[in-house]
């Protein structure tokens, strides 16, 4: 494993009846005859508004999930990254898949009901971060909606997939993109957007669902106030900012995923992201805590208006997003029922807040947060690490900015009152990038990305490695304490699923979908996917047969970013859907046979010692989110340091002329000289030969 990954950067709906199956009469009566438990579908993203991710259905169970298996799969037409919760309503499974694709099947036979292609074009993947993904649909009665990595809301008929309608939700002359999936609250589609890292001003909007029109929108950060303030909020937030023309740059505050709904008290929580960019010296040099970046805001469904927020981390410097997973629960504390909002956002520290007036319960460290000693029980307020703010130096600490927990979901079971978290220990180290210039459209987090590249000294970069963890952890929300762990080989592992029947599903890295006891972690089933899984295991039940399903497929911006540093290449992306049942009859074909080691074919390094230092600090402006920190790909595109003969023949073409466009590679030749190319090629090359070295 690998830390050049570090561099960088129940309310159960009634329509789920728990129905207690009669053993006896079942003996009795011959099967055919046996009425058929009633069907439990899954209709929302974290199946419900409160996302706690957690089934009622215990037909399959810690006694008999020894045999589930494979009922049926589909392979996508995709090889990037797969991130979404497929939906279950009426018999048909509605996903999305990379590229903005959506996708319906039928649950029971796996045939493929339509596919609609928004036709993003490819190209835009310059300005996505964190993959080409996207997170799945929303449905209410005969209307589907989902968002597109160009910025679009696009509303299709679920039954036949054809167009409604469809809305450009953001400005395409700046560098947004749409990964989160929507939410469908009161009639309307609530979706937001990301791009803090290229530079842009976060918000979130809702479409009337009938025809696409904006009902209203929220801004999370304040833009330039020589201009009117939106809402009173921003005149508040605007308070909180200083000494920079943040709003040149955007400010951030992105609300690219997480959100959750209290129908009772109509307050819609949104999770919002990091600051644009990450350095508040730079964003915003007077000081501030900067609201309302890294937050959670409790809004009005009805018109998007403020009603309370809590700011995990003021003064954001990390890219210690907010934007995790939010669940909302009513159990005991002290005594007292309590209705909570709980997150276990990047920072490390996991989240206990009051959702009805915002109000803090508790806080604790999740995993290795260095960057802050504890939370002010008292103020609600993180008490910061000495030189954490790497003003002076260069500041190493945990969670790097992939965070102690991404946009992976976790699950909560009231029946063992455990919060699962998909939780990584990664270090980083940050420091002042001196030369920043904003680079509209590009990197832009002004930190200098080659501080936290790891060491050459062979010893020293094994250490680093080796502090790179994933894990399960199972967190006591009330005792705000770990119960236990389960250490993977490394992060980035898949979101969670809990059931009644005591079973806890994950997804991991190495490509595996596990179902362990969800009261003691005890691995029970395992399943050989043959590609990493980083998205959310979901459940049904449908004619009497309970099912589990997954998206599969290696991706993210972990996975991009940060290969594995012994020349094994990238982990393979084999896009699936995955459905299983109990004495399901399907089966994967066999994997195809990979190399094990890449082959580097450098030629001689002709360049000098200053060029492949320029090709250096190019690349991890430019290449790196795609390519992987020190050029080690750990996703699909491909690894720079393997290049054909015949690449580097074409480099330029490529490069500068965009030749490969069609598969995302787009060409630089706005932003890179002819001399800035062959200086990244200088580097890659360089890079080759370190890792012949090693060999
Ligand atoms: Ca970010």
Redesign the pocket.
């Known amino acids: 494993m690998n830390f050049t990954r570090s561099i960088l950067v129940l309310l159960f709906a009634t329509l789920i009846v728990a129905c207690s199956r009669d053993e006896g009469a079942a003996e009795l009566v011959p099967p055919a005859q046996v009425k058929a438990l009633p069907d439990v579908e899954w209709l929302k993203h974290g199946l419900d508004d409160g996302e706690a991710r957690y089934s009622e259905l215990a037909d399959i169970n810690t006694e008999n999930v020894a045999g589930l298996s494979l009922a049926w799969y589909f392979d996508y037409p995709t090889n990037r990254g797969m991130e979404a919760t497929p939906l279950e309503r009426d018999g048909i499974l509605y996903s999305t898949g990379s590229w903005s694709l959506a996708y319906a099947h039928d649950a029971v036979s796996g045939e493929l009901l339509w596919m609609y292609d928004p036709k993003v074009p490819r190209d835009w993947a310059l300005h996505a971060?964190?993959d080409v993904v996207n997170r799945g649909v929303a449905l209410q009665g005969d209307t589907l909606v989902f968002g597109t990595i160009d910025g679009r809301l696009v509303s299709l008929e679920a039954a036949t997939g054809k167009l409604r309608w469809e809305v450009q939700t953001t400005d395409k002359s700046l560098p947004y993109t749409i990964t989160g999936a929507p939410r469908i609250v009161k009639g309307k589609a609530i979706i937001g957007n990301?791009g803090?890292?290229y530079g842009v001003r976060g918000y979130i909007s809702a479409y009337n669902l009938d025809d696409g029109a904006m009902a209203w929108r929220f801004y999370t950060v304040p833009g330039n106030p020589e201009k009117p303030f939106e809402r009173p909020a921003m005149e508040r937030a605007a308070e909180t900012w200083g000494g920079g023309p943040w709003w040149e740059i955007g400010g951030?505050g992105?609300v690219w995923d997480s959100m959750a709904y209290d129908e009772e008290l109509n307050l819609l929580y949104i999770g919002v992201?990091?600051g644009a960019p990450?350095n508040r010296e730079i964003r915003s040099p007077a000081g501030g805590d900067n609201l309302y970046l890294s937050s959670i805001v409790a809004l009005n469904a009805d018109d998007g208006s403020y009603v309370w927020h809590y700011q995990t981390t003021p003064g954001d410097s990390w890219?210690y997003?907010a934007?995790q997973h939010m669940i909302l629960a009513d159990i005991e504390i002290g005594g007292t029922e309590r209705r909570v909002i709980m997150q276990a956002p990047k920072n490390g520290f996991f989240y206990v807040l009051d959702r009805k007036t915002g109000e803090f319960i508790s806080a604790q460290a999740y995993g290795l947060a260095t960057w802050a000693t504890h939370i002010d029980q008292e103020t609600g307020r993180p008490v910061e690490a000495e030189g954490v703010r790497y003003e002076d130096k260069p500041a190493p600490i945990f969670p790097a900015?992939y965070g102690a927990h991404n946009w992976h979901p976790m699950s909560y079971s009231p029946d063992t009152g455990l919060v699962y978290i998909p939780a990584q220990d990664i270090p980083h180290v940050y420091a002042q990038d001196e030369y920043f210039v904003h680079k509209p459209g590009f990197w832009n987090t002004g930190t200098d990305a080659r501080a936290a590249l790891l060491p050459s000294d062979p010893t020293e970069r094994q250490a680093v490695i080796d502090m790179v963890k994933g894990h399960i952890t199972a967190w006591d929300p009330v005792a705000q304490e770990e119960r236990w762990r389960i250490t993977h080989e490394g992060p980035w592992n898949g979101g969670m699923l809990s059931t009644a029947g005591n079973l806890l599903f994950q997804g991991n890295a190495e490509g595996e979908l596990v179902a362990y006891s969800a009261g003691q972690g005890e691995p029970l089933w395992r399943f050989d996917a043959q590609t990493g899984i980083v998205a959310p295991p979901m459940t049904f039940r449908l004619k009497g047969e309970q099912y589990i399903a997954v998206v599969a497929g290696w991706g993210g911006t972990y996975a991009l970013t940060a290969g594995d540093d012994d020349n094994s290449g990238p982990k393979p992306n084999y896009s699936r859907l995955l459905v299983f049942k109990l004495g399901g009859q399907a089966a994967l074909p066999a994997a195809p046979q990979r190399p094990e080691k890449l082959t580097f074919t450098p030629p001689k390094l002709e360049a000098t010692p200053e060029q492949v230092e320029e090709g250096l600090k190019l690349f991890h402006t430019y290449c790196f989110v795609c390519h992987g920190a020190e050029a080690i790909a750990g996703g699909t595109p491909p690894d720079l340091r393997a290049i054909s003969t015949e690449t580097r023949a074409n480099w330029d073409a490529i490069v500068l002329g965009g030749l490969h466009w069609e598969k995302g590679m787009v060409g630089f030749s706005k932003a890179l000289s002819k001399d800035d190319s062959d200086n990244i090629l200088s580097y890659v090359t360089e890079r080759a030969h370190f890792a012949l070295k090693k060999e």
């Open positions: 971060c964190c990301g803090a890292e951030g992105t992201g990091n990450w890219d997003t934007t900015p």
